[in-house]
C-alpha cells in the first residue's frame, strides 16, 4: 500500500521538521488519514462532540492495551480510532452497523474487481 | 499487504461514503482537514513560537501567561489548542510532555503526535523513569536537574519551551526557529546547536 497523499521524506534533517519527516509517517495508510479527516470534519460540522469521541477512543485503547499487554506500541492507533468513531455514530444512530456492513461488502466487492484502491474515495456507487 | 488491513480499509472507505451521502460531511471537507494536518500544521508552528520567545521578553511574558493567545498572536490555534501551557525549560528544570490516557497533543504547533509519543511504553515510562528514558533518546541530564512530567488532557495540553542554545546571540529570529525541533519541543530533546542538528 502506498503511503497516499504523503510526500517522499525529502528534510529528514531539516530545521523543524514535519512530523512526516522525523524518519516516522504520521499517516501509514490513506485509511488512516481518511479516518482522522472524517472525524475532524464531523466535530467541525457539528455532527459529533470530539470529546465524547475522544472518551471513547481513550477506552478503546486502554482495552487494547489490557488485551495485548506491555507489548502494545500504538501501530494500530487508527483501528481504535475508527472503532470508536463507528461507536460513536452508531450510537447516536447516525449509521447503523448494519449500512456499514453492507456497504463494505459492496466496496471489497469493487475493489476485487479493481485494485486501484485509491480512487475510489468520494465516488464508489451503491448497488442499490 | 495483510487482509487485516484490507478490512479495515474497507470499513473506512465505507464509513467515509456513507457519512457523504448522508450529507453530514463533504469529500472536500475530509481532503481539507487531512492537507491541513499534512502540510500546513507542524512543530515548524511551535518553533516560531519558541524563537520569537527567545528574542523577545515582553512576548515569552505573554506566553507564559496565556499560552493560546500568545501563540494565536503568530496565527496559530483553533481546534484542540484552547488551553496551552508553555513549560520553560532553565538550567535546573527540564520538562518533557505526554499523554497517559490517551495521546494528546498540542496539534496547533506541533501537528499530529509521533509513533511513539502514543505508545504504551512511552506513555506509561516516562512518568515512572523518565530520566532513563530521556537517556535513550539520546539525551542525558545532569543528576541535579529536576525533571517534570507534564500530563497533557483534553482541557490543558503543553509545550515545552526549550532553551536557547549557547553561542546564539547574533542569530535571526528565523535561524533560531530552524533550531528548535518537534522533539525539543516535547522535552525528548534540547534544541539544536549552530550548524549541527540536535538529537
Known amino acids: 500500500m502506498t503511503s497516499g497523499g504523503l510526500h517522499a521524506v525529502t528534510d529528514a534533517d531539516g530545521p523543524g521538521a514535519l512530523p512526516r519527516s522525523n524518519g516516522e509517517l504520521v499517516f501509514r495508510a490513506p485509511w488512516e488519514s481518511r479516518s482522522f479527516g472524517v472525524a475532524i470534519a464531523l466535530h467541525d460540522a457539528g455532527a459529533i462532540d470530539y470529546e465524547v469521541f475522544r472518551s471513547r477512543l481513550i477506552a478503546e485503547i486502554a482495552a487494547h492495551e489490557q488485551a495485548k499487554g506491555a507489548g502494545y506500541d500504538g501501530g494500530d492507533y487508527y483501528e481504535r480510532w475508527l472503532d470508536a468513531l463507528e461507536q460513536v455514530l452508531v450510537e447516536q444512530q447516525i449509521v447503523s452497523e448494519a449500512e456499514i456492513g453492507k456497504r463494505a461488502a459492496v466496496i471489497a466487492h469493487d475493489w476485487a474487481h479493481d485494485h486501484d484502491h485509491e480512487h475510489h474515495h468520494g465516488h464508489d456507487h451503491p448497488h442499490s | ?199
Not at chain 2, 481532503?31 to 499534512?38: K, M, N, T
Not at chain 2, 535561524?175 to 550548524?195: N, Y
Open chain 2, 1 to 199: 499487504m495483510s487482509h487485516g488491513h484490507d478490512d479495515v480499509a474497507v470499513r473506512a472507505a465505507a464509513l467515509e461514503a456513507l457519512l457523504v451521502e448522508k450529507g453530514l460531511i463533504s469529500t472536500d471537507a475530509i481532503d481539507a482537514v487531512v492537507e491541513l494536518y499534512e502540510n500546513d500544521v507542524g512543530p515548524q508552528n511551535g518553533a516560531r513560537v519558541v524563537a520569537r520567545a527567545w528574542v523577545d521578553d515582553a512576548y515569552r511574558e505573554r506566553l507564559r501567561e496565556n499560552g493560546a493567545a500568545a501563540i494565536a498572536e503568530l496565527g496559530y490555534g483553533g481546534f484542540e489548542g484552547d488551553t496551552m501551557v508553555i513549560v520553560e525549560n532553565t538550567p535546573t528544570v527540564h520538562n518533557v510532555i505526554v499523554c497517559t490516557l490517551c495521546s494528546c497533543y498540542p496539534w496547533p504547533v506541533l501537528g499530529l503526535p509521533p509513533s511513539w509519543y502514543k505508545s504504551s511504553a512511552y506513555r506509561a515510562r516516562v512518568v515512572a523513569e523518565p530520566r532513563a528514558v530521556l537517556d535513550e533518546f539520546g539525551l542525558t541530564l545532569a543528576p541535579d536537574v529536576e525533571i517534570r512530567v507534564w500530563d497533557s488532557t483534553a482541557e490543558v495540553r503543553y509545550l515545552v519551551l526549550p532553551m536557547r542554545p549557547p553561542g546564539t546571540e547574533s542569530l535571526s529570529e528565523e535561524e533560531l526557529a530552524a533550531l528548535v525541533t518537534r522533539d525539543s519541543m516535547v522535552g525528548t530533546g534540547v534544541a539544536a546547536s549552530p550548524g549541527r542538528q540536535a538529537a
